[in-house]
């Protein structure tokens, strides 16, 4: 494990710096690059760990690579003509790996093995997978105590009725949504609730296949897809809003904080919105300069004594919130975020006992079935810190409590620094940059 030390930031954070292109857009790129008929470019692609290895998934489905610049990528799909045979598919950690290259498994007539890491066995994957057999594939659990694992196999009649799980998680019905044009008989999808937690991923994902040509027919939490083709794919990747949020958070817990981000590309997600709404109501202020493409961010005061969050459309910053809230002189409420606690570790419970051992004043909040499903804290704190901090083998927990430690009066040191490969590789490299004190654990 690697193990960072972070510096009260005494002096403030102050300067320019960049952020990685999106994750979930160049997963989805990738996905649909892979199932198109025609040529494909990523412009901007966002490397990660996550993104490579599901570059390596969907190669080996087919997916061609016919030239690359640090700037581009152009990828020749195979349709849904993906490769046969008997494929083995590791997606490491990644949820959203595993949950579409499962709904790509069913377009292949060959089997598929798709395998996941220990930590997988913990959140709900397996069981939301019964789209499989509904729409005419085969799944079977092949776990054991160190794998998330299970053997599907497609079928030649692809298509029909599935029930999806929308209260868990957004990602199996963008995975289904994914294949669905390339089934052979039209795919009705119900959802098992009418508010569907992120619901902009959902939208993402419907945005980026119309722009492919799909058509999908949308009332409500139901949706009708019939048999078509995906059309080549243009993809120019906007930025990574929840890496942003690290940097919106280092303005909140410093003393003072203005920090510009060059390069920046807002996307069309309405999860971004939503959380620029709701940094502006904490008193974190962005400025959007088209022209230039910079993002100024920097400390006002909150809108009200109370700010009151809805977490349903924000999984991703749900963390960096919690981490930003004892620092802003309101009190802040968050709710409706149980679906965080189904992602790489229990994010939302973490953040409370790694911010209580901070020293900082987070309480849960509890839904009405008296599940966690969110926090409260009571205004501006000035946490101890001092002390060592564990990330849960999770980049947005390492990334969160690193914000965080910035605002404490003592140095913290946080393990895990390896996995912020998954989503923002030169976070530290940025911090120190804006004049924050970064280094590795003595
Ligand atoms: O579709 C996507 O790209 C994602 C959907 C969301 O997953 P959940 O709906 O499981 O929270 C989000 O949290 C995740 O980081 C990315
Ligand atoms: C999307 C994420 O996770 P997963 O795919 O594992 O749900 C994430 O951690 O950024």
């Not at 979930?24 to 990738?30: D, E, F, T, V, Y």
Request: glycine content about 10%.
């Amino acid at each position: 494990m690697t193990t960072a030390r972070i510096e009260p930031a005494l002096d403030g954070v102050r300067g320019a710096t960049r952020i990685p292109h999106s994750k979930p857009h160049m997963q989805r790129a990738l996905l649909l690059s892979l199932l198109a008929n025609a040529p494909s470019t990523i412009m901007n692609p966002a490397w990660s760990s996550e993104a490579e290895s599901l570059f390596s998934s969907v190669r080996e489905f087919g997916l061609d690579v016919t030239g690359q610049d640090d700037r581009s990528l152009h990828l020749s799909g195979v349709g849904k003509s993906v490769k046969t045979g008997s494929a083995k598919v590791s997606v490491v950690g990644s949820a959203f790996n595993f949950r579409a290259m499962a709904a790509v498994a069913c377009l292949s007539r060959g089997e598929t093995v798709l395998e996941g890491n220990a930590a997988m066995l913990k959140r709900p994957v397996t069981e939301y997978l019964s789209f499989i057999p509904e729409l005419g594939g085969t799944l079977t659990d092949i776990s054991d105590a160190g794998h998330l694992r299970t053997r599907i196999r497609g079928s030649s009649r692809l298509g029909g009725t599935a029930t999806v799980d929308t209260q868990h998680s957004s990602q199996v019905l963008t995975s289904v949504l994914l294949i669905a044009p390339l089934a052979d008989r039209p795919v009705r999808i119900r959802c098992t609730n009418a508010g569907a937690v992120g619901e902009g991923y959902i939208g993402l994902t419907e945005s980026m296949m119309r722009r492919q040509g799909a058509g999908i027919e949308r009332d409500g939490s139901s949706f009708v897809v019939h048999p078509s083709v995906y059309d080549a794919g243009m993809h120019e990747l906007a930025s990574d809003f929840t890496a942003l949020s690290y940097l919106a958070g280092a303005v909140a817990t410093a003393p003072r904080g203005s920090v510009t981000v060059d390069g920046y590309y807002p996307s069309e997600l309405s999860s971004e919105r939503e959380f620029l709404a709701v940094l502006e109501r904490l008193g974190i202020r962005t400025a959007y300069d088209p022209v230039e493409r910079r993002l100024r961010i920097e400390k006002g005061d909150p809108a009200a004594e109370h700010v009151e969050i809805d977490g349903r459309n924000i999984p991703t910053v749900v963390p960096t919130l919690a981490a930003i809230a004892p620092f802003v002189a309101a009190r802040v409420t968050l709710r409706n975020a149980a679906h965080v606690n189904n992602h790489k570790c229990r994010r939302v419970d973490v953040m409370i006992r790694e911010l209580t051992r901070m020293g900082c004043w987070i309480e849960p909040k509890h839904g009405a079935d008296g599940r966690v499903d969110g926090f409260t804290t009571v205004g501006r704190q000035a946490p101890a810190g001092g002390v060592a901090l564990e990330s849960h083998g999770d980049h947005r927990i390492f990334l969160s409590l690193a914000t965080a430690a910035l605002g404490a009066d003592r140095p913290s040191v946080l393990g895990g620094a390896e996995h912020l490969h998954a989503s923002f590789p030169d976070f530290l490299t940025s911090l120190n940059t804006l004049g924050a004190g970064v280094g590795p654990a003595a």
